[in-house]
């Protein structure tokens, strides 16, 4: 049983992981071993593992898509600066001071 302090994965929690994993991932799947033998080795669950491997197969790389959003209007940096310049407004206060 895992503790509240354990580095552990658990369950819906996210951490990216390192080339080196999927440099081993890969060699791993090139020298015919499966999925869950490469899984226990490397310490990743059976599906990532499995979406890692089919993962290269289509795009030719272990690494993430890029995402597919639409690009920010404005940038961080502009960002930080509007929230210095516009006061903080509640719900509430925009109703009693906007609306009849």
Known sequence: MQDANSSENTHGSY???DPYKYGCIMYMHLANY?????????GM????VKYIIKR?????SPE????????RKIDERT?????QIVPFITEEQLHVEYMP
Request: zero cysteines; charged letters at 25%; a positive charge.
């Open 15 to 17: 951490e990216k992981a």
């Open 45 to 48: 669950s059976l599906s990532t």
């Open 56 to 60: 290269v197969d289509e795009t030719g």
């Open 34 to 42: 499966g999925a869950t033998q490469i899984s226990l080795v490397v």
């Open 64 to 71: 993430p898509r890029k995402g597919s959003g639409r690009p």
């Open 79 to 83: 960002e930080r600066h509007l929230v």
